[in-house]
């Protein structure tokens, strides 16, 4: 369903079937076979924000099948027969009866020969690439550096070039960041959105792999951080094609330029921080983009604000804040694992995949492209932050035990009892461990009159009988008030099997 929303969002956006197939990898038909079904089933860009992936299926494909009478044909690998048929000897004769063999209901000759012709005319086809403004904006990193000094040690530490360039109207961005990684390629883009005024239609990056995770010419893999930006600003991404050096032409001009440009204004230049290297590399970045362009005789400032600035599509009010994106399983304690610190989702989630996305401040988490959960990101303290609502009943009961509110619940009887569950507390190493003590103590004492739980706490506290045996030992003698002021020296138990003082005399 990504990919779905992915192709719904490519159509608004004017891309052809063609071309959104190529980005998908799957033929042009079917592209326009999904495009049908979302008419029939009355879905436009935007989606509704409640529609979920479960729900967005069963709008499409509830009443999915073939129309009664309608053919379908098993085709053959086109791309392969094509290179076939380049070799001495082979013909479509031949061609076509070998694919008869493999699949007798096939296309009979003449179609066949039809529709390889056709494939064979699509072959790099040549084109001269005419840019319209706000159509595309081509982004990479230079590969050229610059050093940036400690000021402490002297040592040297190199930073990467990061240029952007409008399609249109050839205005330029650059900026030095110390990795190619993705927060920096991320941070790069907002910035460059920022410069801009405005986001294009379409990026287009030089399979970079903080942007695109697997190249290809039929089946690019886009990180799906980036494709997460690229969604809030209402951009495309169009990866160059890998060994097409047509596709990356303006890119690579525009960063051998910029390259050339910055590093001969500031190679006699030393910097002690980023900051200070980004400051000079937007000042030498004014000064070209002001500079006229010979051919055209006006500068790409000027023609920027003349053709492009307007056909930009507008900035979000706040700018897109970087997100991690990851695959987790739940735990058997209905938690997932993040940083090392464990996060709880709901519990009917056990064992379940989950999308996580992980910011400085958050970590949400997502099933079926459904919010399942959301946390503030731990950085110190306790390793488990669990949402109660997550928690089995019986589990939730159990969290809500605390100290205090085992003292609440014994100070509604009264002193004595409320002293007696504080001792209880204090005398274990840690609190938690006289939980199921106190509610024990608790728990025997319903039904009794108060006034007698009272004595009773009060003679368990004189003889520091802490535990519930002892407690439920008093509790069965049935002392009151008076009996835990006797003035004789206390003894643990009194018994009609223990012989007192006056058996001796």
């Known amino acids: 369903m990504r990919q779905m929303r992915y192709l719904l969002r490519l159509h608004h956006d004017g891309v052809s079937a063609r071309e959104i197939g190529r980005l998908l990898g799957v033929a042009r038909s079917t ?55 380049k070799r001495p000897g082979v013909t479509m004769t031949i061609l076509w009866e070998e694919y008869r063999e493999t699949h007798p209901g096939g296309y009979g000759y003449s179609r066949f020969c039809d529709l390889l012709r056709g494939f064979e005319r699509r072959l790099t086809p040549v084109m001269r690439q005419h840019h319209v403004a706000g159509d595309k904006a081509f982004v ?9 000094a400690d000021p402490t040690t002297g040592e040297i530490r190199e930073a990467e070039i990061f240029v952007a360039v409008l399609g249109a ?22 910035r460059m959105f920022r410069f801009f005024g405005g986001s294009p239609r379409l990026l287009v990056p030089d399979n970079l792999k903080s942007g695109v995770q697997k190249a290809s010419f039929y089946d690019p893999e886009i990180n799906r951080t ?5 969604t809030y600003y209402s951009v495309g991404i169009l990866p160059a094609r890998p060994a097409k050096p047509r596709d990356k032409a ?56 003349k053709i492009e600035r307007q056909t930009l599509t507008a900035l979000p009010a706040d700018d897109w804040e970087f997100a991690e994106w990851r695959r987790a399983r739940v735990n058997l304690d209905y938690h ?59 589990h939730r009961r159990y969290a809500e035990w605390t100290p205090d509110r085992f003292r609440r619940w014994a100070s509604k009887i009264g002193p004595s009892t409320e002293g007696l569950i504080v001792a209880v507390l204090a005398s274990r190493p840690h609190p ?29 506290l004189e003889l520091g009988a802490l535990n519930c045996k002892s407690v439920a030992s008093l509790l069965a003698q049935k002392r009151d008030k008076a009996a835990s002021k006797d003035s004789r020296q206390a003894t643990l138990f009194d018994h009609t099997n223990l012989r007192g003082p006056g058996y001796y005399h």
């Open 250 to 305: 303006k890119v690579e001009s525009g960063v051998r330029f910029a390259q050339s440009y910055i590093l001969g204004r500031l190679r006699q230049l030393t910097f002690f921080s980023l900051a200070e290297c980004n400051e000079a590399i937007a000042l030498v970045m004014q000064r070209m983009n002001e500079r006229p362009m010979r051919k055209l005789g006006v500068s790409r400032r000027e023609l920027f604000e």
């Open 31 to 85: 592209i326009q076979d999904s495009l049908k079904r979302a008419t029939a089933a009355e879905l436009k860009w935007p989606l509704p924000d409640d529609a979920t992936d479960d729900a967005l299926e069963r709008q499409l494909f509830g009443r999915a099948g073939a129309a009664p009478g309608q053919r379908r044909r098993a085709e053959p690998d086109w791309a392969a027969l094509a290179r076939e048929l």
């Open 169 to 190: 109207s050839n205005l330029t961005y650059a900026e030095a960041t110390w990795t190619q990684q993705l927060p920096d390629w991320i941070g790069a883009h907002v």
């Open 432 to 460: 938690e461990q006289g939980f199921r003590t106190c509610l024990g103590i608790l728990r025997s004492y319903r039904g009794v009159d108060p006034a007698h739980v009272e004595a009773v706490s009060a003679r368990a």
């Open 336 to 394: 997932i694992e993040v940083h090392d610190f464990l996060y709880s989702v709901p519990h009917t989630l056990l064992r379940a995949e989950v999308d996580v996305r992980i910011t400085a401040r958050t970590v949400e988490i997502f099933h079926r492209g459904q919010r399942v959960g959301a946390h503030q990101r731990r950085y110190l303290g306790r390793k488990h932050g669990t949402d109660p609502d997550h928690m089995p009943s019986s």
């Open 226 to 230: 980036y494709g997460a930006m690229a």
């Open 140 to 148: 990479d990193y230079s590969g050229k550096r610059i050093g940036i």
